[in-house]
Nanobody
Framework: VHLVESGGGSVQSGGSLRLSCVAS????????MGWFRQPPGQGREGVAT???????NYGDSVKGRFTISKDNAKNTLYLQMNNLNPEDTGMYYC??????????????????????WGQGLQVTVSS
């Protein structure tokens, strides 16, 4: 599975961005996926996850501002990010979740639960 993200960039505080992640290769429409981010000088953290049944979960810091969605026909994962603030700055990665951890209502979980990763893209929010 090959994942390619797009849509990152620079935005001012309060602005919006939409990230996309196109999956190719041995994909299955029933897969679970997630978005992670890594702020400068910090470890990687889970942002949002979407399960095969469409259920979603979000990190506390992005709830109410970010929306994860998936278009199975296009093999594309999205992350709509609204009301961005400087704390949202970092590298953003999409990833597919291992089938063992892919279940209805699953929380974001840890990064080791995800098998394939995109190359990442930068999101910078200025105040």
């Amino acid at each position: 599975v090959h994942l390619v993200e797009s849509g990152g960039g620079s935005v001012q505080s309060g602005g919006s961005l939409r990230l996309s992640c196109v999956a190719s290769g041995n994909t299955d429409s029933d897969y679970c996926m997630g978005w992670f981010r890594q702020p400068p000088g910090q470890g990687r953290e889970g942002v949002a996850t979407i399960n095969a049944d469409g259920s979603t979960n979000y990190g506390d810091s992005v709830k109410g501002r970010f929306t994860i969605s998936k278009d199975n026909a296009k093999n594309t994962l999205y992350l709509q990010m609204n009301n961005l603030n400087p704390e949202d700055t970092g590298m953003y990665y999409c990833a597919t979740r291992a089938p063992f951890y892919c279940r209805s209502g699953a929380p974001i979980g840890r990064d080791f639960e995800y098998t394939y990763w995109g190359q990442g893209l930068q999101v910078t929010v200025s105040s």
